[in-house]
C-alpha cells in the first residue's frame, strides 16, 4: 500500500480485497459500539475532532517517511505531490470538504431522528456510488443481478434496523414525543450517503485519483480536524481533555487502525479495485456493530439480525459473481 501511482487496475475483487474489505468493515461495526461506549465521557463530535486530529498527524507523518523513502517520486516545488499531480489539491480540498460534511449531516441529523432511521438512509451510499461513478468510468457500472444484490443486501441492513424502527414506533404510541422534524433527520442520513458516495467520485474521477492513497486521505482527515471542532461547539458539546484510561485507548483505537489503517486500506483498495463493488461491502458495518453491540454491551441477537447478515451475505455474493463467459 505505498505506491504513489494506481498501478494495474483489476476487474474484480481478489482474495486479497475480500479480506482487507471484510476486516475494515468489521472493524468499524466494532468503532460504531466503540464510540457509542466512549460517548459518556467524550462527546460524538467532539470525540470525532480528537480521532480525526490524531489520526491527521499520522497520516502526514506517513507521507513524510514515504517522502524520505522515495525523494525522486515527489515534484520538486510540491515535495508531497508524485509529478504531474501537483494541482491536485483544489480536488483534495473537495473531497475533504465532502468527507467532512458527511460526518457533519451525521451528527446534525442525530439531533432530529433516530440512529437507526439515519443508519438506512447513511447506507444508500452504494447505490449513489453504483449510479454516479459509472458517468465518470463507464468500467463502474453494475449488470442487472449485480443491481439485485446491492438492493438485497441494503434491504438485509433494513431489517437488522428493523428492531430500531419497532421500538421507535412503539415509543412514539406510548405518548413519547416525535420531533417535528424528523424528516429533516432522515434527509441529512441521506445526504451524508451522498456526500460519501461523490468523496469515492472524486477520488475515482479527478486527478486526486494519481496521488498516492495516504495523500488523499490526509486530505480528508486534515479538513475534518480544522471543521469538526466549529461543529461541536454550535451543536453545545462540553470539551474536557480529562479522558479516563479507557476513554483514551478508545480515541487511539479509532484514530490508529481506524482513521489511519483501515481508511488508508480503503484508499488504497480504491486505487486497485472497482469502487461499485467495494461499496456493496460497507453493508456489512452495522450488521457488524450489531453483533459486536451484542457480544460487549449485552444487547439481544434476533432471528431478523440473523437473517439480516444472511441476505447482506447474498447480495454481496451477486454484486461481486463474475459474468459467465462468453
Not at 424528523?182 to 477520488?203: F, P, Y
Request: aromatic content about 12%.
Amino acid at each position: 500500500m505505498t505506491s504513489s501511482t494506481p498501478g494495474v487496475r483489476k476487474a474484480h475483487l481478489d482474495t486479497l480485497s475480500i479480506t482487507l474489505l471484510l476486516a475494515c468493515c468489521m472493524f468499524w461495526g466494532f468503532q460504531q459500539v466503540l464510540v457509542k461506549a466512549t460517548v459518556a465521557e467524550v462527546a460524538p463530535v467532539f470525540q470525532a475532532f480528537v480521532r480525526f486530529a490524531m489520526a491527521t498527524a499520522a497520516v502526514a507523518a506517513w507521507c513524510l517517511w514515504q517522502r524520505a523513502r522515495s525523494p525522486a517520486r515527489t515534484h520538486p516545488a510540491h515535495p508531497m505531490h508524485p509529478p504531474g499531480v501537483a494541482g491536485s489539491w483544489r480536488a483534495g480540498l473537495l473531497a475533504g470538504a465532502l468527507f467532512a460534511g458527511e460526518f457533519a449531516c451525521i451528527y446534525v441529523g442525530l439531533q432530529y431522528t433516530t440512529a437507526s432511521r439515519l443508519t438506512v438512509f447513511l447506507y444508500a451510499s452504494p447505490f449513489w456510488v453504483a449510479l454516479l461513478l459509472p458517468r465518470f468510468i463507464p468500467g463502474e457500472g453494475l449488470r442487472g443481478w449485480q443491481w439485485l444484490g446491492l438492493a438485497g443486501a441494503f434491504v438485509g441492513v433494513g431489517l437488522a434496523l428493523g428492531d430500531g424502527f419497532g421500538a421507535a414506533a412503539g415509543a412514539g404510541g406510548q405518548g413519547a414525543v416525535v420531533h417535528p422534524l424528523a424528516w429533516l433527520g432522515d434527509v441529512l442520513g441521506l445526504a451524508a450517503g451522498l456526500m460519501w458516495a461523490l468523496t469515492t467520485v472524486v477520488i475515482r474521477s479527478t486527478t486526486l485519483a494519481r496521488v498516492a492513497p495516504a495523500q488523499q486521505l490526509l486530505y480528508q482527515v486534515a479538513v475534518s480536524t480544522a471543521l469538526l471542532p466549529v461543529l461541536s461547539l454550535a451543536l453545545g458539546e462540553q470539551w474536557s481533555w480529562d479522558f479516563s484510561a479507557f476513554a483514551w485507548m478508545s480515541l487511539l483505537v479509532q484514530a490508529l487502525v481506524g482513521a489511519f489503517v483501515s481508511y488508508l486500506a480503503w484508499m488504497w483498495m480504491l486505487a486497485h479495485y472497482p469502487a461499485t463493488k467495494m461499496s456493496s461491502f460497507v453493508f456489512l458495518t452495522p450488521v457488524f456493530a450489531l453483533l459486536f453491540g451484542a457480544g460487549w454491551l449485552g444487547e439481544p441477537v434476533t432471528p431478523a439480525l440473523v437473517a439480516a447478515l444472511a441476505l447482506v451475505a447474498a447480495g454481496i455474493v451477486l454484486v461481486n459473481r463474475k459474468p459467465a463467459a462468453a
